[in-house]
């Protein structure tokens, strides 16, 4: 079930202004990725959790598409969300590469 909730932000993390995606729900920062585990479905902003969600991989999925994978700082969950096409792919590029030499860890 999804929620159409595509507010503008100031990030938990950089402390950027993040405006509207426009075509569909912004769910996390575009300029440094990070997010806030609010959602129990898409858009509904009914997690209790309320932790951070520092992005840790950057994934290929066939029906999805691009999707960063998060690890919740305080829960521990992974979380999925599509990549938005005004993500900063250097911050991307770094994620991946982060990944990969850390052996998935």
Do not use: W
């Not at 932000?9 to 569909?24: G, Q, R």
């Not at 729900?25 to 951070?52: E, M, T």
């Not at 066939?62 to 005004?86: M, P």
Request: aromatic fraction near 8%; hydrophobic fraction near 30%; proline fraction near 2%.
């Amino acid at each position: 079930m999804f929620i159409k909730n595509d507010n503008s932000f100031i990030c938990i993390n950089c402390k950027k202004e993040v405006e509207k995606l426009k075509y569909t729900s912004r769910d996390h920062c575009k300029y440094c990725l990070y997010s806030l585990h609010v959602d129990v479905f898409p858009g509904d902003r009914a997690n209790d959790c309320k932790g951070v969600l520092k992005p840790i991989n950057v994934i290929t999925d066939s029906k999805k598409g691009k999707q960063i994978v998060y690890k919740c700082l305080k829960c521990g969950a992974e979380i999925k969300n599509i990549v938005a096409n005004d993500d900063n792919l250097d911050e991307i590029y770094k994620i991946v590469n982060n990944y990969a030499r850390n052996g998935g860890n």
